[in-house]
C-alpha cells in the first residue's frame, strides 16, 4: 500500500519557468492538500480539496494553482517560479482526520 | 496570526530523560489536536491525537496533556531514545465539519536525544 506519492522529489528550476508537482494516493480519500515547508515556519497549507471537483484556497495560494484531476491524484503548479518558492512541498490526503503525507518535493529555484 | 504556538524550537535531552513540547491555540471550534513527528527527507506522520473530552492520552511512552480552559496541550516523551530525535510538529483542526478539518500547524521543535 503506497499511501501517499509525490513525483518528483526533487526539482531545480529557473526564475520564470512553470512546473507541475504531482500527488497521487491510494486510500480513497476524499479530501486532498497541498502544504510548504519552510525552516522555522512549520508547515503551512496552500490549497486544499475537500472533495472530487472542488478547491479552495489555504493561507498561502499566491503564485500557485491547483488541479483535482480525480478523486486520486491532486497536482500543484508554479506557473512562473520565483525564487521565494524554493521550499519542500508535502501533499497530504484524509477522510476527516488524521491526514496522511506524502515523502515531498524538494524544490530550488535558482 | 498564527493560531496555533509552539514551543521550544528546540530541545535537548539525554537519553532516558523525559522530553515535553507545548502547544497553545485559540480557536475554541477545534475539537482535534494531533501530533505529527517528521524525520529528516520524510513527510510528518501522525504520532498521537487527542479530543478535548479528555485530559490525557497515553500510547507507550508518548503522552498528550490537555488543558481545554486554558487552550494549552503537551506532548511527554517519557525514556527518551536516540530514535526518537526528529521535529514534532502539533497541529489543530476540527474532527469533521466540511471544509473546516483543515489542519493548522505549530512552527515545530527539533528533538535531539543524545545517547
Known amino acids: 500500500n503506497a499511501g501517499v506519492t509525490q513525483t518528483p522529489k526533487f526539482q531545480v528550476l529557473k526564475t520564470g519557468q512553470s512546473m507541475t508537482l504531482q500527488c497521487a494516493q491510494d486510500m480513497n480519500h476524499n479530501s486532498m492538500y497541498w502544504y510548504r515547508q519552510d525552516p522555522g515556519m512549520g508547515l503551512r497549507l496552500i490549497y486544499y480539496s475537500a472533495s472530487e471537483g472542488t478547491t479552495d484556497k489555504g493561507e498561502v495560494p499566491n503564485g500557485y494553482n491547483v488541479s483535482r484531476l480525480n478523486k486520486r491524484e491532486f497536482s500543484l503548479r508554479l506557473e512562473s517560479a520565483a525564487p521565494s518558492q524554493t521550499s519542500v512541498y508535502f501533499c497530504a490526503s484524509s477522510e476527516y482526520q488524521p491526514q496522511h503525507f506524502g515523502d515531498g518535493t524538494r524544490l530550488s529555484i535558482l | 496570526q498564527q493560531q496555533v504556538k509552539q514551543s521550544p524550537q528546540s530541545l535537548i535531552v539525554q537519553k532516558g530523560g523525559i522530553s515535553i513540547i507545548n502547544c497553545a491555540y485559540e480557536n475554541t471550534a477545534f475539537d482535534y489536536f494531533p501530533w505529527y513527528q517528521q524525520f529528516p527527507g520524510k513527510g510528518p506522520a501522525l504520532l498521537i491525537a487527542?479530543?478535548?473530552?479528555?485530559s490525557e492520552k497515553k500510547e507507550g511512552r508518548f503522552t498528550i496533556s490537555f488543558n481545554k480552559s486554558a487552550k494549552q496541550f503537551s506532548l511527554h516523551i517519557m525514556d527518551s531514545q536516540p530514535g526518537d530525535s526528529a521535529t514534532y510538529f502539533c497541529a489543530a483542526s476540527k474532527l469533521r465539519g466540511g471544509s473546516n478539518y483543515k489542519l493548522t500547524f505549530g512552527k515545530g521543535t527539533l528533538l535531539t536525544v543524545n545517547p
Open positions: 487527542i479530543r478535548p473530552d479528555v
